[in-house]
């Protein structure tokens, strides 16, 4: 899914380009309204902040509008009067506020892409690793074909180590998107759903401390 992340503050759109691709999307970040219109008709879903160098940000989204039917999610700053109806009447299909947490702006992504796609699209989120399966429209999780049943903490843990299984997540990198981006809770509370996820799922293994850094999602042997 080719995400453009139209946003002319590169501290913002770096690390969102880098989260968003974590994520399994193909992010194009674009600074200004007029490189924005010219690759919207390319792209299956626009991020678009509304305060740009060069056209005003619903401008920019009433001229998207124009040319394809691609959805638009629109982030606004703090502050600004975000006014719905206006938005709506821009052709905006949801928006964010700033700031906002990746694991948001992903539900977000993908409830407006499953809304815009229709049910052609539907049953095809689904990560698979070994004999576990992880639905992540229908929030299940498997093991060998038995249903596993998970709070949401837990399930949203496991889908965020399912989504790049074997890679090392570090500690920080999960409280961030699991928990969120400014959370300043118990470490303990890792290490507890962490605990709970290896218990549920029949087997230590799943869920490998790498000391140091964090965790890991490895098939058990
Ligand atoms: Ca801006």
Same mark, same amino acid.
């Given at each position: 899914?080719?995400?453009?992340?139209?946003?002319?503050?590169?501290?913002?759109?770096?690390?969102?380009?880098?989260?968003?691709?974590?994520?399994?999307?193909?992010?194009?970040?674009?600074?200004?309204?007029?490189?924005?219109?010219?690759?919207?008709?390319?792209?299956?879903? &626009?991020?678009?902040?509304?305060?740009?160098?060069?056209?005003?940000?619903?401008?920019?989204?009433?001229?998207?509008?124009?040319?394809?039917?691609?959805?638009?999610?629109? &982030?606004?700053?703090?502050?600004?009067? =975000?006014?719905? &109806?206006?938005?709506?009447?821009?052709?905006?299909?949801?928006?964010?506020?700033?700031?906002?947490?990746?694991?948001?702006?992903?539900?977000?992504?993908?409830?407006?892409?499953?809304?815009?796609?229709?049910?052609?699209?539907?049953?095809? /989120?689904?990560?698979?690793?070994?004999?576990?399966? =992880?639905?992540?429209?229908?929030?299940?999780?498997?093991?060998?074909?038995?249903?596993?049943?998970?709070?949401?903490?837990?399930?949203?843990?496991?889908?965020?180590?399912?989504?790049?299984?074997?890679?090392?997540?570090?500690?920080?990198?999960?409280?961030?998107?699991?928990?969120?981006?400014?959370?300043?809770?118990?470490?303990?509370?890792?290490?507890?759903?962490?605990?709970?996820?290896?218990?549920?799922?029949?087997?230590?293994?799943?869920? /490998?401390?790498?000391?140091?850094?964090?965790?890991?999602?490895?098939?058990?042997?």
């Amino acid at each position: 899914m080719h995400i453009l992340v139209v946003e002319d503050d590169p501290s913002i759109s770096e690390p969102l380009v880098a989260g968003l691709a974590r994520h399994g999307f193909e992010p194009e970040a674009v600074a200004t309204g007029a490189e924005a219109l010219t690759a919207a008709p390319r792209a299956d879903l &626009v991020l678009l902040d509304l305060g740009l160098p060069d056209l005003d940000g619903t401008e920019v989204c009433r001229r998207i509008r124009e040319l394809t039917s691609v959805p638009v999610i629109v &982030v606004s700053a703090r502050g600004d009067e =975000v006014d719905r &109806v206006v938005l709506l009447e821009t052709g905006a299909d949801d928006y964010v506020v700033k700031p906002f947490g990746l694991r948001e702006l992903v539900a977000r992504i993908r409830a407006v892409a499953r809304r815009s796609a229709g049910p052609a699209a539907v049953g095809t /989120e689904e990560l698979v690793v070994g004999p576990l399966r =992880v639905d992540l429209r229908a929030h299940r999780v498997e093991v060998d074909g038995t249903e596993v049943e998970l709070t949401p903490k837990e399930f949203d843990l496991l889908a965020h180590l399912a989504g790049d299984p074997g890679a090392a997540h570090t500690r920080r990198d999960i409280l961030e998107e699991v928990w969120d981006p400014n959370w300043y809770g118990s470490p303990k509370t890792l290490d507890v759903h962490v605990a709970s996820l290896r218990r549920k799922l029949g087997h230590p293994e799943w869920i /490998e401390a790498v000391r140091g850094v964090g965790f890991r999602l490895t098939v058990p042997t």
